[in-house]
T-cell receptor, first 111, second 112 residues
């Protein structure tokens, strides 16, 4: 089946940039999403990129897409302690309109 | 707009009991989804609906049933709860184009 891989954990110092990486297998995904989940909460849609784009910038967030390598990344500039959360990459399976989730990357921001 | 809401927020069931989780959205979305999230894992799709009166199976449908009698509501039923169904359940709904999927706050279910 379709698969999404993410590293499990990332620790950065406050003020630094964070880069969270994701690889996926479904080459037909038209939209690829990033969600944020804080402890005990639901998933918050952060941003997404359309598959015909290489990059999308949204305030402190930059999404890079390498469609050939099926690699997606999320860069958070000037990372703050409030950014500590689990981040999920989720490509959309066009054939079934379903999101496929990875296990998530836990981001810890140290003061 | 309340967005996507879920009731209840927490529930404890004994093995063999039944219950229904309710999801409601006020955004007039056609598509609605039920996921479960287990510790250290991403979300897995249980069932989904592409419109009022329609439902379809996701990755892990066994032990669950759903109904979409009204566009704004999507119900998830457990007929005979098992400990393996202990999880956090999330409902979601989405727009058409561009595709944006929004999640509810979750229901934490424990089956003893």
């Amino acid at each position: 089946g379709e698969d999404v891989e993410q590293s499990l954990f990332l620790s950065v110092r406050e003020g630094d940039s964070s880069v969270i990486n994701c690889t996926y297998t479904d080459s037909s995904s038209t939209y690829l999403y990033w969600y944020k989940q804080e402890p005990g909460a639901g998933l918050q849609l952060l941003t997404y990129i359309f598959s015909n784009m290489d990059m999308k910038q949204d305030q402190r967030l930059t999404v890079l897409l390498n469609k050939k390598d099926k690699h997606l990344s999320l860069r958070i500039a000037d990372t703050q302690t409030g950014d500590s959360a689990i981040y999920f990459c989720a490509p959309l399976m066009d054939s079934s309109y379903k999101l496929i989730f990875g296990s998530g990357t836990r981001l810890l921001v140290r003061p | 707009n309340a967005g996507v809401t879920q009731t209840p927020k927490f529930r404890v069931l004994k093995t063999g009991q039944s219950m229904t989780l309710l999801c409601a959205q006020d955004m007039n979305h056609e598509y609605m989804y039920w996921y479960r999230q287990d510790p250290g894992m991403g979300l897995r799709l249980i069932h989904y609906s592409v419109g009022e009166g329609t439902t379809a199976k996701g990755e892990v449908p066994d032990g669950y049933n759903v109904s979409r009698l009204k566009k704004q509501n999507f119900l998830l039923g457990l007929e005979s709860a098992a400990p393996s169904q202990t999880s956090v359940y999330f409902c979601a709904s989405r727009t058409g184009t561009p595709v944006e999927q929004y999640f509810g706050p979750g229901t934490r279910l424990t089956v003893t």
